[in-house]
């Protein structure tokens, strides 16, 4: 048995520059240098307050699992939003031009991909809230990707034809309490993946709400995001158990 | 590593008379003998052609993880429909009459405890089709069991107050594109789910229909019941994690 100290101390992280068009954007890797050779990369997009310390998190989490971890950035390199007016914006402007919030993310895909120990024909994305949305609409650009995973992301397209250019398994993790996400954009997108006979799931977790995997959202379910231990956990081993059948 | 063989080799099965009332019930039993000691059960409910060799095989799988697997009998010992006529009328008399399902399901409960290997305080439950509407209505009587776990089962309610009696976590794998099953059926059961404060999880595979994880349901989606390889799997998985934390 390992103990978590060694664990731990075997994981390295890094910030990378990466480039988009003009814009310079800086990510974060993690990765296990106890692991030899190539291995699955995992891209993260983070939520609406841009590449915090949660993302960072969860790549130190992944690499523990064997991948390397990006963590991308959307927003550009010193736009950290500050509070959650400041988010808004962020997040308004790239869910108002998805052409270019895909550029954004497929700029991270690329960066993942240059990642010395990466297996460039074994990737997946993984994104929370935001994030979510943005990792769909990576697979809407038709990048070549095994699969992607939404954490409470949104689900709405304003081009749903381009389901039919997704080419890897989507796996959805929903709060089914959620009051960001109507009913009628649940439908829309299972129509949108129904339609393209892309290989989906969606998990449906009873009494959780939106950002039900991030504890700075607090526990106040009345408030439409707070976290969910339950759902938390039980969404990362779905990610696990969908990493693994892709990855296998 | 032990062997594929040598695992199976340790396998017992038997066939156990039991009662409900003055109706004797056949079922059948699965467990390893190579482990000691009490473990969690798990009943199993078949699908409308009564208890066959398809439930029997997942009681040998059950086995196989360390459970003690049994197969309950609802339809009474000898009552085998020979086809989907008598399937329907059998199926039909019992989802008519949720009182006597209730009494029938949880007579193979009290089955499944007295089995000597069984932990009586560590029980769950899981159905196909109309197996999984039957441990529906098993967790809606209030009974005593940590889990119980539908695969492709009918989710609707005739009386959805009886929500509030659910004692134990639900998990629901459901074919998304499942003809039987109709869109304000599977709001109903979120709903009753819902208003009654019920620890559940719904997950919807994309491109399943009806009897996704019944091999001798063909392979043609057009008729509505058809098996389905990769949502069989995922589905199983599912069952494995949700008992993995319900028995932690």
Partial sequence: MISAASVHATIQTKTIEYKQGDATLEGFVAYDDAIKGPRPGILIVHQW?????????????????????????IYGKGVRPQNTQEAGAQAGKYKGDRQLLRARVNAGLDALRQQPLVDPKRLAAIG????????????????????????????????????KSIKCKVLVCHGA???????????AFESELRDAKVDWQLIEYG???????QPMAGNDNSKG???????DKRSWEAMKQFLAEIFK
């Fill in 177 to 187: 309490d959620d009051p960001f996400e109507k009913p009628a954009d649940l439908t």
């Fill in 225 to 231: 995001a707070a976290y969910n231990e339950k759902a």
């Fill in 207 to 213: 009494g959780a709400v939106h950002s039900f995997t």
């Fill in 128 to 163: 929370y809230c935001f994030g979510g949305t943005t990792v769909l609409e990576l697979a809407r650009s038709g990048a070549d990707v095994s699969g992607v995973v939404s954490f409470h992301g949104g689900l709405d397209s304003p081009t749903p034809a381009d389901g």
């Fill in 49 to 73: 307050m841009g590449l915090t310390d949660y993302e960072k998190h969860r790549a130190e989490m992944l690499a523990q699992l064997g991948y390397v971890a990006f963590c991308a950035d």
